[in-house]
């Protein structure tokens, strides 16, 4: 079998043999109406029957592994895709560093592995889930492509866990590949796993700031998965970061396109005061305040992501092989941590100071600074738009202790700057900082579907160029 292409002549497109492992194709074959049953339930509401401009991964080739066509979007093929398997490649990290990768799991890190992967699947139908009634408001027929490529392929993310499931941990493996299909975002009885995956996504906005933000958690966790010695995990995860590029894309164009109809309103009208919110709204524009209030709330809400700064789980999964550092194979040390040490922001006697810690603890919190130098690179291209139109105003990311429901800062108030704040002051303050109910009122009634081929809605500025170089007026969304 050729590796690189994908198997499209089953039920399952795959490039992992499924044909002859008859026990896992089973599985998989069995597990597929409940996904099914979950999409149609779950998935993009009201737009289930129409044709969308799809791209579908063909092979795992980076130089060109995908197709577009129009696809009615249950009829996508969900598939299983690994990157090839690197001939030779050594656990690169960890006390079992230099011997070759696994390509079984290690019995005594079955548990660990299992609760990373399940972690992993739960983010992918929950985000799908959050994003599911945006359809009906799309900016643009572009915009909604985008969403539901998005959506499609955070399903096959699904997909990728539930095999890793199915093929390596027995009956476990697929009583929690059911569960995956069970629990439900926001659910008071079975919420997602992670606290940002039970939040609403309840606009445009917040959904290009979802896929800056929090897909770019995704990219950091995976970028670190990939490096497990578990080798089809690794592979696994090489895949997905192929697929994940296109979904930061779409939050960081995004935001810069809305960044970019905002400022060209502004100075159509001769406003230079970027804090005038009144007037800048009369326009049919986000103002650039309210626009960074969302930023906050989903950096904030994503830094929790990364768990616990000084976390035995992650030291554990370091040394045992299975969850490395940011790009690990690019470091250049002993890739063992033994006696190192890492800065790591705590609040000590009160205030907010940084002290070394070992570095096998610290890691959580290295992924997560790691994180933030990448969140930067973006913002600094929104800054850029705003800086050509002479426009005062600077995006900027909040400190790490703003806004924490997890880890060292959970039980304090802090303001943007990092200032603790009582109780009183963070009731009085908060709505400086975050989204209030009226910029949540004023941006829904922004959200006016425009559905007219070529065509976008006031608050935000074309693409420069279109999916697959299509022209300007494409139906990229074919509306039953
Ligand atoms: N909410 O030792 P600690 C993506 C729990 S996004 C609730 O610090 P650890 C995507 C934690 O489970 C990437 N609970 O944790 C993006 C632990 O519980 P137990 C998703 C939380 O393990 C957009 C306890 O607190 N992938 O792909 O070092 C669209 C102690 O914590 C939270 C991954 O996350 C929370 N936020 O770090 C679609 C990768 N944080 O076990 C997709 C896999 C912590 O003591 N996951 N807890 O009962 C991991 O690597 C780690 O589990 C975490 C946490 C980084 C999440």
Redesign the pocket.
Known sequence: MNIVNVDYDGLIPNNVGLGTDVRVKRALEKWHPGYINWWNDMGPEGFQESLVYLRTAVSVDPKGWAKFDYVKMPDYRWGILLAPQLQGRKIPFGKHKGEDAWQEVPGEYRAMLR??IV??GD??P??VEQQRYLGKTAPSLYDMRNLFQVNVE?GR?LWAMVYLLQKYFGTDGREEAEALLQRRSGDADTPR?????NEKTPDWLSFFM??YF??R??K???E??AQSGFDPLSRTCRFMLTEEAH?MFVGETGVTRVVQRTCDAMKEAGITDPNDIARVRKLGVIDLPTLQKKANMHFSLTL?????EI????AN?YHAGI?GRFREDRLQDDHQLKGGTYPVLRLKDGKIQSEDAPALSA??MR?RDDYVVDCNLGIGRWNKVIEAAGIPFKITLPHVAFHR???EFAGIHADTSGKQLSDAEWEKQKGDYLPSDGDRDYIESLMKPETEPGKFASWIAPPKVGIDNKPGEFEYVKIA
Request: glycine share 10%; aromatic share 6%.
């Open positions: 609760r990373l972690i992993q983010t992918e929950a985000s955070e993310h796993m992670l606290g940002a995956f979802f896929t929090t897909d958690d995704g950091m966790q995976l670190a998965l979904h929790d992501l990364f768990g616990n976390s035995t789980n992650a999964a969850k890691l959580n992924l429901h997890i880890g």
